[in-house]
């Protein structure tokens, strides 16, 4: 699946990152389901971080989550390579600027330096 035009969405924050809603709830259901919570609304990304499932996209909310390819690692290959991810994380992911990872520090994201 492609990422859809720009002009067909207006959730995200970040036009590159425009998927199709079937390829979106794909991937989120790849998100850690935590219990207690509301699978359909509240995971963690693979770091621990927070993420809500109506926040795709939106990088002015702390639970706000873009999808990472990772189609361009040595390990990486179609949807299975497709993750949800807090969008701090994201950047960081994206950047390869690792040096500080977001996680739970109990129902709220905070910052942690490596």
Known sequence: MEPIDSQDADTSDWD?????RDLIDH???NGQEIQG???ALWRKDEFGAWIHRLQYGNRRSEYGWEILDLTHTP?????IALRPMNWQNYIDQV??????RTTAMGLRNTRQLL
């Open 16 to 20: 590159s990152q425009r998927y199709d």
């Open 95 to 100: 950047a390869a600027h690792t040096q500080s």
């Open 37 to 39: 919570n509301d699978s």
């Open 27 to 29: 991937v989120w259901q």
């Open 75 to 79: 390990h990486g290959g179609g949807v």
